[in-house]
């Protein structure tokens, strides 16, 4: 299979962690519920193509997501310990019961930067956001488990428009101060641009954040999101999301589509010289499989070239 020519570029880093939300930001969003056999072979597809990182499903409630209603017997068919992280998703108590119970080492709490989208996907006003997430983020770190903390709407909200880095920095400083040791930065409908990403990684450094607390969580519905990628690892993030296959986006989200693709990623990352783990030949078959499960050719630029 055709490789990138490695040419190395200035100022990057020489090595970067992709965590993989193809099972669960890509999944998520499917019409159609995919069979539980097909998503635990796809887990164990994506750990075999080298990601360290791969999050598996969410606990949240089964009528708000019922595309992964099956999280416990998704856990119970999966070797939680394949991969250094295999994290879920978890917005409450409840959800946070059910994880410890099938054994989960990491856990993500996914608060929101806008008023508008707390209500919508969490069903509570932004601040209520953070009297829901403090219990769960205190009793997981007392459990042992680690904390990713998510932050949507970062870059633009479909309903309020355009939102400052102020309240970005001031809702991220939040959630770790309550204890998250990663946040994620999502651009949940893809709207952010090189920019714009700068000033976000910049107004944290700013804030006394350590960029290495920072990942970036791109969505492509504006085809920004490599661009986006190499911006902020000139800015010093090491931490990149991205979905295998280019799958995703969010049902409470109007105009989220696909996160960048994972093959994308790699290509540019790999073609930099940049170490990732993943073997991209596995990783384009592993999406290449996932796209003849769901009926339809992956959004993936490289799994289109490449497969
Ligand atoms: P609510 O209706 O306010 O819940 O929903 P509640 O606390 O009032 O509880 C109502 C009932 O639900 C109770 O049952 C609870 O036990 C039950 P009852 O006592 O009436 O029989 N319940 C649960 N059951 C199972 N698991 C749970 C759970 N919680 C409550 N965890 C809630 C609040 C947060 C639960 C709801 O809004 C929800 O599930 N939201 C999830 C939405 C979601 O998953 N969105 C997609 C992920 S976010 C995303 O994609 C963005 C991201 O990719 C980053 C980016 O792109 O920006 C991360
Ligand atoms: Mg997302």
Same mark, same amino acid.
């Given at each position: 299979m055709r490789a990138p020519q490695l040419v190395p570029g200035d100022g990057l880093p020489s090595a970067v962690t992709i965590y993989d939300v193809g099972p669960r930001d890509g999944l998520q969003n499917e019409k159609a519920v995919v069979p539980v056999e097909v998503k635990a072979e796809f887990i164990g597809r994506l750990v075999d193509a080298g990601l360290r990182a791969v999050e598996t499903t969410s606990f949240v409630h089964p009528k708000w997501v019922p595309q992964l209603a099956d999280a416990e017997e998704l856990l119970a068919r999966?070797?939680?310990? #394949? #991969? /250094?992280r295999m994290p879920v998703l978890v917005p409450n108590e409840r959800g946070l019961d059910r994880a410890l119970e099938a054994g989960v080492r990491e856990i993500a709490v996914f608060g929101s930067a806008t008023e508008s989208f707390a209500q919508r996907n969490l069903n509570r006003s932004l601040d209520a956001q953070f009297t829901m997430f403090d219990p769960v983020v205190a009793r997981a770190r007392d459990a042992g488990l680690a904390v990713r903390a998510y932050v949507s709407m970062c870059f633009g909200d479909p309903w309020e428009g355009d939102v400052a880095v102020d309240q970005v920095v001031s809702v991220g400083r939040r959630l770790l101060e309550m204890g998250a040791s990663e946040l994620s930065l999502g651009d949940t409908i893809g709207v952010g641009t090189p920019g714009h990403v700068s000033a976000l990684v910049n107004g944290f450094v700013d804030a006394g954040v350590p960029v290495d607390a920072l990942a970036m969580h791109f969505h492509d519905t504006y085809g920004q999101a490599l661009s986006n990628a190499l911006t902020a690892m000139r800015a010093g993030v090491t931490t990149l999301d991205a979905s295998a296959g280019g799958l995703g986006g969010c /049902?409470? #989200?109007?105009s989220a589509t696909g996160n960048l693709a994972t093959e994308d990623l790699v290509w540019q990352l790999h073609g930099l010289g940049i170490e990732t783990g993943v073997d991209l030949e596995a990783l384009v078959r592993t999406s290449t499989w996932m796209a003849g499960r769901l009926g339809r050719p992956s959004p993936s630029r490289v799994v289109q070239a490449l497969a």
């Open positions: 999966i070797d939680l310990g #394949a #991969a /250094p /049902p409470y #989200a109007e």
